[in-house]
T-cell receptor, first 115, second 117 residues
Framework: DGGITQSPKYLFRKEGQNVTLSCEQNLNHDAMYWYRQDPGQGLRLIYYSQIVNDFQKGDIAEGYSVSREKKESFPLTVTSAQKNPTAFYLCASIAGTGLMNTEAFFGQGTRLTVV | AQSVTQPDIHITVSEGASLELRCNYSYGATPYLFWYVQSPGQGLQLLLK??????LVQGIKGFEAEFKRSQSSFNLRKPSVHWSDAAEYFCAVGATNYGGSQGNLIFGKGTKLSVKP
């Protein structure tokens, strides 16, 4: 079945560590997105990529980094510069380069906790 | 700037009662509007979408939404709520020219629905 797979489902990070969240899709979609979700805050865009080897900052990119070396993969690294990384992270993809004309497909999320 | 407001943070309805979740958007042109549902600890699933044409759109799980341009609203409705509808619901608008390039979805902050037996 086609879809988006995020791993791991739960992740624990120590202070000062970098951690990487995986997002893989087999939908052959061009565009991929990372959102952060906090209680009562809705979804906030971290980074997005509309083509391989290219990505753009979203609203809250500070303390995060991404890469897009393959069409199907868009990993997110939460760096030690992110002071409040505890949150639920969602990855999404769409077929085209604009969300207006197609459905966004979401992964099941990764819950990151700082310990 | 585009924005989405969901005025109700939490709503409780009895099973079998009707439901309306409110969504207001701010956008200069014809909006592209979406409703998503999220169960606890899960990703988001598309319920329905509006791009153009008939202002009343039907979605999955018996939901519908009506686009009202004059009120800048896209409220979600269901005639009879089931216990399995308890979840968080997000309204979103498709934003053009985000950062000067392509599109993005702007989400409301969500409405949590609880269903009483």
């Amino acid at each position: 079945d086609g879809g988006i797979t995020q791993s791991p489902k739960y992740l624990f990070r120590k202070e000062g560590q970098n951690v990487t969240l995986s997002c893989e899709q087999n939908l052959n979609h061009d565009a991929m997105y990372w959102y952060r979700q906090d209680p009562g805050q809705g979804l906030r865009l971290i980074y997005y990529s509309q083509i391989v080897n290219d990505f753009q900052k979203g609203d809250i990119a500070e303390g995060y980094s991404v890469s897009r070396e393959k069409k199907e993969s868009f990993p997110l690294t939460v760096t030690s510069a992110q002071k409040n990384p505890t949150a639920f992270y969602l990855c999404a993809s769409i077929a085209g380069t604009g969300l207006m004309n197609t459905e966004a497909f979401f992964g099941q999320g990764t819950r990151l906790t700082v310990v | 700037a585009q924005s989405v407001t969901q005025p109700d943070i939490h709503i409780t309805v009895s099973e079998g009662a009707s439901l309306e979740l409110r969504c207001n958007y701010s956008y200069g042109a014809t909006p592209y509007l979406f409703w998503y549902v999220q169960s606890p600890g899960q990703g988001l699933q598309l319920l329905l979408k509006y791009f153009s044409g008939d202002t009343l759109v039907q979605g999955i799980k018996g939901f519908e939404a009506e686009f009202k341009r004059s009120q800048s609203s896209f409220n979600l409705r269901k005639p009879s709520v089931h216990w399995s509808d308890a979840a968080e619901y997000f309204c979103a608008v498709g934003a053009t020219n985000y950062g000067g390039s392509q599109g993005n979805l702007i989400f409301g902050k969500g409405t949590k629905l609880s269903v009483k037996p």
